[in-house]
């Protein structure tokens, strides 16, 4: 008699909550490197080289890297989705990069770029919590 | 760098890729979701700029 393989019944490779919250850090801030951590060393290239690549687009055509502020419910969704893309988002406001230029023409396409970098960072960090937990 | 036609492919490529590897593991699949991804990504961008054309703004 076969059995149907399970989510269930797949390994759970990090499962432990110490080690899925380094692992989701670790994604976060190198985006690919929670890819990395498990195996998945192709998707993991792929990942640390688009979305830095994407932020630094963004950066290139003028976007802005948005500030908390409460005040503003839209610029303060647009600061989480900008921090959600780690490292870069941590050195251009170390180095004071991503002012922005509101007048320039790319302004809205690096805006566009900088936050569809962080969210699909948070997506890669949300795969790589599934393939941690055994659900891929 | 202003051309609009330019950095919607430029946008769409990055979305594609980040979306194909992300949801397909084998090569040739995620080339082919790639693909029709970023076929989709243009073609809609440009039916719906013709259909805004006569829209002024």
New interface residues.
Partial sequence: MTTKSTTAERPRAAAEPGTLVLLCLAAWIIPGAGHFWMGRRQ?AI??LV??P??FL?GL??KGRVFPFELSEPLVGLAAVANLLAGAPWMLARLMEAGAGTVTA??YE?GN??LI?SGL?NF??IL?AYDIALGRK | MTSHFLLLVLFSFFVSLVFSVLLRDEPREQLRTGAMMFGGFIATAIVLGWLMFPFPL
Wanted: some cysteine; overall charge neutral; aromatic content about 16%.
């Fill in positions: 998707k792929v990942f688009a979305l690549a994407m687009i290139l055509l023409a790319t396409y566009c770029f569809v699909l997506l890669v795969d």
